[in-house]
């Protein structure tokens, strides 16, 4: 048998690392990049197809996010169609079906909601105290629930718990005129007449001559106005 030479050299297939090989040339890599390479090649290979893997499934996550809250507010937007019959119990399936998504949340507020409108403020009040456990406090969300919550609790004559509620609630800004209107038409109920005047003058302190509660003031100063007229 004839001994191979440059000229009858036998073909073999390509192998992968002889394409590594040829990229790593064309590139004109440093030596120790090269080499490198060369020493770690299997991980480089591992870390490329996880980092693809990673990509593809962010991608198809993201995709699939994205359908759910369509899907979602679909069936929210549905759900505020029904009677009132069936509102309730449709808010509910999208509340449970679509747990992790804003419409899910705001189903749960409007069962809240209709709790309130149908009498059962107890109820609506533990409803809103859930959701404010699970509602980030920087949220615009949270000062609207929190309202709603000292509602409930002033309609089912809670006065001491709606107090403290409305308190927290001057806090928000936006909100003020409505947690020391809130505050001072508690003690009103109460015949606390004095202490309704010191909470209104708190409030007048408290926006001083800021133009944009000019409205909020004359209100205000009416009902200071009456509630001295009464002592």
């Not at 870390?47 to 979602?72: C, H, M, N, P």
């Not at 509620?165 to 409505?178: M, N």
């Amino acid at each position: 048998m004839a001994s191979e030479s440059a000229f009858n050299k036998r073909l073999t297939a390509e192998t992968t690392f002889d394409k590594v090989e040829g990229l790593l040339e064309h590139f004109n890599l440093p030596p120790k990049a090269i080499s490198f390479i060369r020493g770690n090649l299997r991980i480089i290979q591992i870390g490329i197809a996880v980092i693809v893997t990673a990509i593809v499934f962010t991608s198809l996550y993201s995709s699939y996010q994205g359908k759910r809250k369509e899907e979602a507010s679909s069936a929210l937007a549905k759900a505020m169609q029904q009677s009132k019959e069936g509102q309730a119990e449709a808010l509910r399936k999208v509340s449970e079906e679509y747990g992790s998504t804003s419409s899910a949340l705001w189903a749960k507020i409007e069962i809240a909601h209709l709790d309130m409108q149908n009498g059962a403020y107890s109820e609506a009040g533990e409803k809103y105290r859930k959701i404010l456990e699970k509602t980030d406090v920087a949220k615009p969300l949270y000062p609207l629930v929190l309202f709603s919550l000292a509602q409930a609790l002033e309609v089912d004559k809670k006065f001491l718990e709606a107090t403290k509620e409305y308190d927290r609630l001057k806090g928000f800004k936006g909100y003020e005129h409505i947690a020391y209107s809130g505050m001072g038409r508690l003690e009103e109920v109460q015949g606390n007449i004095e202490k309704a005047i010191a909470i209104y003058n708190n409030f007048l302190l408290s926006i001083g001559d800021d133009p944009s509660f000019a409205q909020s003031k004359e209100q205000i100063d009416g009902r200071i106005a009456r509630l001295k007229a009464r002592l």
